[in-house]
């Protein structure tokens, strides 16, 4: 991700995903307007950076839909900065996992923002990637749907290898959460392949 972002610096002059500011991809003065919460959906406790509004909704759609991936550089930061502060709390977190895209709709977007975000918080957090789990089938996006909707269409959605998570604290990785049903899904999912315990990260929650 670095070399990529690296060579996207010298290619296009830098200008903020959030307020259009130029000088960065996403800049402190937006990084800055969010402030982290912490939701339940059920036993799953979600922490997000901030509130899917504003500056850090505009970054997250341009990086789901506009075709810019190199900003999971900027926003995975945001992730792990979560985490890390988890960790300095006294949180267990072996491992992340990233919530990730069908197959399907992971080529026809040509990359998998949950998984970049993960890549990025990992790194930066200092804890092991571990994308053990998958999604099964793909339906319409969770965006497009109401509450009771949502929580049918990732119903059984994810699954993983037997084993693969065994005593492990995970921490799932995603963008955006709203009624959590595809985190909580993913965190069954997370269990059914052995994880002691389960939490989620998201750039942002929608209120």
Known sequence: MSAFTDARDV??????????TSGSWYC???RDGSDPIVRRA???VI???GAHEGP???AIH???YGNEPGLAAELGALVAWRVAADLARGFRVDALVPVRLHPA???????DQARALATVAAALAGVPLHPAIHRLRSGPAQATLGQLERQSNVRGAFAGIAGALRGLHVGLIDDV?????TLLDAAAAARACGARGVRAYVVAFEE
């Open 47 to 49: 922490t997000a950076a």
């Open 62 to 64: 341009r990086l789901k």
């Open 11 to 20: 290619l296009i002059p830098p200008r903020c995903a959030g307020c259009s």
């Open 28 to 30: 402190v003065a937006c």
């Open 177 to 181: 959460a709203t009624t959590g049903a």
């Open 105 to 111: 709709r992971e080529r026809e977007r040509g990359y």
């Open 42 to 44: 059920g036993a799953l």
């Open 56 to 58: 850090l909704r505009e």
